[in-house]
T-cell receptor
Framework: GAVVSQHPSWVICKSGTSVKIECRSL??????MFWYRQFPKQSLMLMAT?????????EQGVEKDKFLINHASLTLSTLTVTSAHPEDSSFYIC??????????????FGPGTRLTVL | QKEVEQNSGPLSVPEGAIASLNCTYS??????FFWYRQYSGKSPELIMF????GDKEDGRFTAQLNKASQYVSLLIRDSQPSDSATYLC????????????FGTGTRLTIIP
């Protein structure tokens, strides 16, 4: 149980294009989803926290107009990197937190999406 | 600034020995502590979490928490080559704050 999927697993795009990444909780309902970014040999940096039905809360230094987050249902959150540039190339990882009990105590991570912007 | 610090390593341990990973945190109000393992190119996977002072054992893994000294450690007994990975320490401050703050990770290599 507690499986989180991401799609796509990798994407290569041209500079200036937009890329959408989906994060789904497959077997549980996630009240909160988190989006992280990880550059090579660095740790996970939280970009934003999203709660179903409300606006995402972005971390300091993360541009909300560039990284659009939608959390329209309890099982799906999307991250859209708008007008992507080479410096946005990174490993994007989502995690989800459940409604209650053990599912609420930890974050379950998706497999990640590797974005390469040419 | 809430910080979580780990020695980046690399830490090399002979197969079968005990690997000891350490983590310190700055927020004295932190309540939940997590150890994740991350293989290269993969996302983190949870190994253990600990909330209370003392030791918590799960198979070959033991997490140790000392809130007074603000450190948490992970011991891996009978280290195996498959344990070679980066180990991330993460801290949650609780009090309704759902965010995890991650350390930079310690790269562990088990030498056959």
């Amino acid at each position: 149980g507690a499986v989180v999927s991401q799609h796509p697993s990798w994407v290569i795009c041209k500079s200036g294009t937009s890329v959408k990444i989906e994060c789904r909780s497959l077997d549980f309902q996630a009240t909160t989803m988190f989006w992280y970014r990880q550059f090579p040999k660095q740790s996970l940096m939280l970009m934003a926290t999203s709660n179903e039905g409300s606006k995402a809360t972005y971390e300091q230094g993360v541009e909300k107009d560039k990284f659009l987050i939608n959390h329209a249902s309890l099982t799906l959150s999307t991250l859209t990197v708008t007008s992507a540039h080479p410096e946005d190339s990174s490993f994007y990882i989502c995690s989800a937190r459940g409604l209650a009990g053990a599912l609420r105590n930890e974050q379950f991570f998706g497999p990640g999406t590797r974005l390469t912007v040419l | 600034q809430k910080e979580v610090e780990q020695n980046s390593g690399p830490l090399s341990v002979p197969e079968g020995a005990i690997a000891s990973l350490n983590c310190t945190y700055s927020d004295r109000g932190s309540q939940s502590f997590f150890w994740y393992r991350q293989y290269s190119g993969k996302s983190p996977e949870l190994i253990m979490f600990i909330y209370s002072n003392g030791d918590k054992e799960d198979g070959r893994f033991t997490a140790q928490l000392n809130k007074a000294s603000q450190y948490v450690s992970l011991l891996i007994r009978d280290s195996q080559p498959s344990d070679s990975a980066t180990y991330l320490c993460a801290v949650n401050s609780g009090a309704g704050n759902e965010k995890l703050t991650f350390g930079t990770g310690t790269r562990l290599t088990i030498i056959p």
